[in-house]
């Protein structure tokens, strides 16, 4: 089945430091999404992003499909944006499930 | 619009208890699923469902059933508590059609069994 890696595992920066967290994934897919997990363990759906370029405030991504690749690009860091960021892609030819990663855990220290 | 829907937020249960979990969405989406995340990891496909009347297993399906009678409703049900049942469960529903398949998920269920 794909496999879905996630890049650093963990990362400590300071506030108003910038970050970018990399997927990596095995096989080709329509549906990649970047999700974040605050402290409290809710699930916020950040980007729906199978290709291309998409930016929400501080926050972009790209998605280059055919690298097989996604990035997450955090600006200005807040500690608000500490937790664990995880992508989840759903292979072209699967019964819709969402495979995730193992998750970036983002610390951002005041 | 509420979105997806989840109760109970906590609960303990006792091996071999049984009990019902509940999802709803207000989206008229026709996909549901339900997932497990346990500590450190990525969340896994229990069970999912395409439509009213139509469901199929995940990824770890073992130990839990579900059922689908409407559109709005998902409720995961489990059989017989067992320690390893302890974790997080969220439930998400998506449209299928337009292609995007983009999910979104409930505030999840914190489960603990001793």
């Known amino acids: 089945g794909i496999q879905v890696e996630q890049s650093p595992p963990d990362l400590i920066l300071q506030e108003g430091a910038n970050s970018t967290l990399r997927c990596n994934f095995s096989d080709s897919v329509n549906n990649l999404q970047w999700f974040h997990q605050n402290p409290w363990g809710q699930l916020i759906n950040l980007f729906y992003i199978p290709s291309g370029t998409k930016q929400n405030g501080r926050l972009s991504a790209t998605t280059v499909a055919t690298e097989r690749y996604s990035l997450l690009y955090i600006s200005s860091s807040q500690t608000t944006d500490s937790g664990v960021y995880f992508c989840a892609v759903k292979p072209m030819d699967s019964n819709y499930q969402l495979i995730w990663g193992a998750g970036t855990k983002l610390i951002i220290k005041p | 619009n509420a979105g997806v829907t989840q109760t109970p937020k906590f609960q303990v249960l006792k091996t071999g208890q049984s009990m019902t979990l509940q999802c709803a969405q207000d989206?008229?989406?026709?996909?549901m699923s339900w997932y497990r995340q346990d500590p450190g990891m990525g969340l896994r496909l229990i069970h999912y469902s395409v439509g009213a009347g139509i469901t199929d297993q995940g990824e770890v399906p073992n130990g839990y059933n579900v059922s689908r009678s409407t559109t709005e409703d998902f409720p995961l049900r489990l059989l017989s508590a067992a320690p390893s049942q302890t974790s997080v469960y969220f439930c998400a529903s998506s449209r299928l059609a337009g292609g995007t398949y983009e999910q979104y998920f409930g505030p999840g269920t914190r489960l603990t069994v001793t």
């Open positions: 989206m008229n989406h026709e996909y």
